[in-house]
């Protein structure tokens, strides 16, 4: 990230059990997600916010912080409950973001903005795959689009935490 970039102009990107790059800048206008692609968002989301209605999974919004105050608290501007913030999030089409053209990168997300980005075969096939970990990683996105940073903390140590609080 060059210095003249905030960090809420950030790009982060989840990989697939690798570390995340921060490249910076804006993508291409998004598309419509294919049907095939849209179900398997629709699936881990409906995934994610039931595991969000836990109060043990909520609190993986305490532990993280932007600009001085917690995720909850960055939460609680949209007046409503994880879940139902998870819900709305538009879940767009990323083939044409330049980051998902890389290996492993499934969902891409700029910190601060709720909006994600679906790099389609990639997540689906994940969400097919390994049902949970797509909910794991819908969830941690979801922090992204809250304000949370990346490197630090590196991607892993984000859905580990994600996991640890969401099972
Ligand atoms: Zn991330």
Redesign the pocket.
């Known amino acids: 990230m060059s210095p003249g970039i905030r960090a809420s102009r950030t790009l982060?990107?989840?990989a697939l059990g690798t570390l995340?790059a921060t490249p910076a800048s804006g993508g291409p206008a998004p598309l419509k997600l294919t049907r095939w692609d849209a179900s398997a968002v629709e699936r881990a989301v409906a995934g994610a916010a039931r595991r969000l209605e836990d109060a043990r999974c909520q609190s993986v919004l305490d532990d993280f912080e932007t600009g001085g105050r917690t995720l909850r608290s960055a939460l609680a501007e949209w007046g409503t409950t994880p879940a139902d913030y998870l819900r709305l999030i538009p879940f767009l089409d990323g083939s044409r973001h330049p980051l998902c053209r890389k290996d492993n990168v499934a969902l891409v997300t700029e910190v601060g903005v709720r909006r994600i980005f679906v790099c389609g075969r990639a997540f689906s096939a994940q969400q097919l795959r390994q049902p949970g970990v797509a909910e794991s990683m819908v969830i941690?996105e979801l922090l992204?689009t809250l304000g949370l940073g990346?490197n630090p903390p590196s991607?892993i140590e984000?859905t580990q935490r994600v996991e640890a609080r969401c099972r």
């Open positions: 982060a990107v989840l995340a941690h992204h990346e991607s984000i």
